[in-house]
């Protein structure tokens, strides 16, 4: 009994997150709730062409935009608003800045690059 108290402190500073705020991001990022950011946004958030089809008027792309660039603020304005081809998740604040952090890191080299060249 005397070893537990011993272990005792070291448990209680043990880090309570199980993954981190990273790759909470990539996590919610690849796969929120079932439905991929990635899938109409890119990998990296580059955005990508969701489809191709054609029309009375030609041929027509729906393309999910490039988000390496926006602002936390306006992705969380994004996220929390209409849309017409866009479903609206019901992320938390936190969940859209970890998915922002995640972007920022995983596109540090992308987005220092066009800095230096604007």
Not at 81 to 90: A, V
Request: proline share 3%.
């Amino acid at each position: 009994m005397k070893y537990l108290w011993f272990l005792l402190p070291f448990l209680l500073s043990a880090n309570e997150d199980f993954i981190s705020h990273y790759e909470y991001g990539e996590m919610l990022y690849q796969q929120p709730r079932g439905v991929s950011c990635a899938e109409c946004h890119g990998k990296s958030g580059e955005g990508r062409i969701i489809v191709e089809f054609r029309d009375i008027h030609g041929k027509k792309v729906l393309r999910g935009p490039d988000i390496r660039r926006e602002t936390l603020a306006s992705m969380i304005n994004s996220v929390n608003s209409y849309h017409k081809i866009m479903p609206r998740y019901y992320l938390t604040d936190e969940e859209v800045k970890a998915i922002y952090d995640y972007l920022q890191k995983k596109n540090s080299t992308y987005l220092a690059e066009t800095n230096t060249t604007q």
